[in-house]
């Protein structure tokens, strides 16, 4: 529901009405479920020259504890489907690119309202990941063009001197028969973090997702929050050992939509990271 809540609205992208009505429809959920709710909002130069209005939503837990986990996900779907063969320059649903892992907190959210775990929870859902410049173009290759909202974030904190123990980001997370990897910069930065996640999942029943094999490092979210926020930072991000670039089939492609989305997939993620959260202190 929370996946089709959002694709509802039609592609995230930034600086489109969609795109507005979302960061409504997510804040004001986030609300409902008694976080203290930060939209910080600030403007980015993407690879193509626009300037793109983002809004990164911040939810706060007990914000008042020092002792605090984070929780994070894009929120944003790409303006593209440089990976599809038809209709390149359309949008993408996003249902699990963006899609599943907000939907994931929302639903971690829900609980969180309905009891408090020891620790102080944040979730941040960044904005602008996914603008990022397609590869095989004419254009001169940019560094740093996905994931400005979490660039932007790890430089301004809603809050001088937030250091949460380690934040956990969610990405394509709602495909059947998903198989998350520990992922090499997850392992490089915060292997103990790993470790705790894929024991929990493991101890839960789901390591037919959590599979115990490292691989390469992506650039993603994380990346930035580890190295610019100073957090210790994982990725729990689908891999697929048969497509080129090693994500899902549907990567950047129309065929990622809700009816590609599994719930057993979500549930298996939600639940380990709902006993990672309650077993925290
Ligand atoms: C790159 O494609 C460079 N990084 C993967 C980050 C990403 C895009 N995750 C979802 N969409
Ligand atoms: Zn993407």
């Keep these: 529901q929370f996946v089709k809540a959002q694709v509802d609205f039609g592609p995230r992208v930034p600086n489109s009405a969609a795109h507005s009505k979302c960061a409504e429809y997510l804040t004001a959920k986030l609300k409902e479920y008694k976080a203290e ?14 300037v793109l209005k983002m809004k990164n939503i911040i939810a706060q837990w007990q914000p ?11 929120w944003d779907t790409r303006p593209f489907a440089d990976q599809d063969k038809t209709d390149v320059n359309k949008p993408i649903d996003g249902a699990n690119d963006g899609g599943s892992g907000v939907a994931v907190l929302l639903e971690i959210g829900r609980q969180l309202a309905a009891s408090q775990p020891n620790i102080g929870v944040d979730i941040i859902l960044f904005d602008a990941e996914d ?4 590869d095989g173009g004419m254009q001169k290759e940019q560094a740093n063009s996905y994931c400005l909202g979490s660039q932007y974030w790890a430089t301004n904190k809603h809050k001088q001197d937030y250091f949460p123990r380690f934040a956990i980001l969610l990405d394509m997370v709602g495909a059947k028969n998903a198989t998350f990897t520990m992922e090499g910069g997850s392992m490089h930065y915060a292997p103990t973090v790993v470790k705790k996640v894929w024991d929990t999942a493991a101890k839960l029943g789901y390591s037919t997702y959590f599979v115990y094999e490292q691989t390469n490092p992506v650039t993603d979210d ?8 100073e957090i210790p930072s994982i990725d729990i991000i689908h891999y697929d050992q048969t497509t080129k670039y090693h994500f899902p089939s549907v990567w950047h492609t129309h065929n990622d939509k809700l009816e590609n989305i599994d719930p057993k997939t979500l549930k298996a993620v939600g639940q380990t990271l709902l006993e990672t959260v309650y077993t925290s202190h």
């Design 37 to 50: 709710v930060i939209v910080q909002q600030a403007e980015a130069k993407a690879f193509d020259g626009k």
């Design 64 to 74: 008042a504890k020092q002792n605090r986990i984070m929780l994070c996900a894009h």
């Design 131 to 134: 603008y990022g410049q397609p």
């Design 222 to 229: 994380h990346y930035y929050l580890n190295t610019l926020a």
